[in-house]
């Protein structure tokens, strides 16, 4: 059974930095895209970043580039977004979202983590 | 960027009925588009992907067509637990992008 178990998430002020995991398993972890998708309370989904099965290859949505970075730990089967400099607008749940095989749609997305920047 | 418009924003139905909803991208995504629904409290679950492809599980009461910018995700008979919003995406161009969404509601 696939699981993806967020954590990280909480209460930063603005300007810090957060940094979330995502431990996964039940699928072979290095052979899928895998990314994080945000939804602002009560509003729609955001793609935010997404990562190539080996590693190799990022893209990050132009409202977090350079402010996040996204990298995986294939020995460990875990997902990271390194948050810097957050910012108001950042507030939402970030789901981590496993993709369908190289193709960047998500097949399977874990329960989400709540990121809230206020000072 | 491109830009995935959903209509209509909400959708009044009775269960039994059919529903039909519609994703139009600013360009053309191909056939790379794909659906989700997501209920109140939970994650997103992919229904469609590649346009007509339904993913691992998905009833086959819902279909998905189209190509190039316009494309339509279909429940032939609208179930209980199928009241939810529903969102496209797109993986044609970087940045992917997620349309704003089609609340289906019980009419």
């Known amino acids: 059974e696939v699981q993806l178990l967020e954590s990280g998430g909480g209460l930063e002020q603005p300007g810090g930095s957060l940094r979330l995991s995502c431990a996964a398993s039940?699928?072979?972890?290095?052979?899928?895209?895998i990314g994080w998708v945000r939804q602002a309370p009560g509003k729609g989904l955001e793609w935010v970043s997404v990562?190539?099965?080996?590693?190799?290859?990022?893209n990050h949505a132009d409202s977090v580039k350079g402010r996040f970075t996204i990298s995986r730990d294939n020995s460990k089967n875990t997902l990271y977004l390194q948050m810097n400099s957050l910012r108001a607008e950042d507030t939402a749940v970030y789901y981590c979202?496993?993709?369908?095989?190289?193709?960047?749609?998500?097949?399977?997305w874990g329960q989400g983590t709540l990121v809230t920047v206020s000072s | 960027e491109i830009v995935l418009t959903q209509s209509p924003a909400t959708l009044s139905l009775s269960p039994g009925e059919r529903a039909t909803l519609s994703c139009r991208a600013s360009?053309?995504?191909?056939?790379?588009l794909a659906w989700y629904q997501q209920k109140p409290g939970q994650a997103p679950r992919l229904l469609i992907y590649?346009?007509?492809n339904r993913a691992t599980g998905i009833p086959a009461r819902f279909s998905g067509s189209g190509s190039v910018t316009d494309f339509t995700l279909t429940i032939s008979s609208l179930e209980p637990e199928d009241f939810a919003v529903y969102y496209c995406?797109?993986?044609?161009?970087?940045?992917?992008?997620f349309g704003q969404g089609t609340k289906v509601e019980i009419k």
């Open positions: 590649d346009a007509s």
């Open positions: 979202a496993k993709g369908v095989a190289d193709r960047y749609y998500f097949d399977f």
């Open positions: 039940g699928f072979t972890f290095s052979s899928h895209a």
């Open positions: 990562i190539s099965g080996s590693g190799s290859s990022t």
């Open positions: 360009q053309s995504v191909s056939r790379y």
């Open positions: 995406q797109q993986r044609g161009n970087w940045p992917l992008t």
